[in-house]
T-cell receptor
């Protein structure tokens, strides 16, 4: 059974730091991995989608990498800002139907 | 932002009553999903739909049913609500459902069953 784990559960950093969020999954047979952001009381916002054949994706200050063989993905946030404070979730699609399996998220606080 | 509307946004009801949550989309996307989010469990898939009248079960489907009679609407029904179904429910949509398309989420329905 596919399981997705995110460590740490919470992270607090000063503004301006570069940081890395980790996601691991137990079965390398995935079609894609997605990173989402969730603000309190809100739904999820898609940040980056990495297909199984890709190694990384970039959007602005965000860069996500994927290593299928080791079952790991990282989300790199450059020059963090207070507005980046949110919960970040990763999810894998093991069926190519969009049936996502989520990690429990990392709650990030960026202090001014 | 993707045009996804969930209703109601908040609901409080009693154990044993039927409850229906609605997800409405204006994107004409083929795939629609219902997830629940609980502390300690994260988001888990309940049911999904890959077309009108085409649905399938997810990881936690017991106690839930779904219907999709039109492309734009996906209904989630709790036939006889239980306290364990207290949760935040999210609807998501995807144009093709495959590996190239991200999912877009609604703002959720907070359901409390007393």
């Amino acid at each position: 059974k596919q399981e997705v784990t995110q460590i740490p559960a919470a992270l607090s950093v000063p503004e301006g730091e570069n940081l890395v969020l980790n996601c691991s999954f137990t079965d390398s047979a995935i079609y894609n991995l997605q990173w989402f952001r969730q603000d309190p009381g809100k739904g999820l916002t898609s940040l980056l989608l990495i297909q199984s054949s890709q190694r990384e994706q970039t959007s602005g200050r965000l860069n996500a990498s994927l290593d299928k063989s080791s079952g790991r993905s990282t989300l790199y946030i450059a020059a963090s800002q207070p507005g980046d404070s949110a919960t970040y979730l990763c999810a894998v699609d093991a069926s190519n139907t969009g049936k996502l399996i989520f990690g429990q998220g990392t709650t990030l606080q960026v202090k001014p | 932002d993707a045009g996804i509307t969930q209703s109601p946004r908040h609901k409080v009801t009693e154990t044993g009553t039927p409850v229906t949550l609605r997800c409405h989309q204006t994107e004409n996307h083929r795939y629609m999903y219902w997830y629940r989010q609980d502390p300690g469990h994260g988001l888990r898939l309940i049911h999904y739909s890959y077309g009108v009248k085409d649905t399938d079960k997810g990881e936690v489907s017991d106690g839930y049913s779904v219907s999709r009679s039109k492309t734009e609407d996906f209904l989630l029904t709790l036939e006889s609500a239980t306290s364990s179904q207290t949760s935040v429910y999210f609807c998501a949509i995807s144009e093709y459902g495959g590996s190239y398309q991200p999912q877009h989420f609604g703002d959720g329905t907070r359901l409390s069953i007393l």
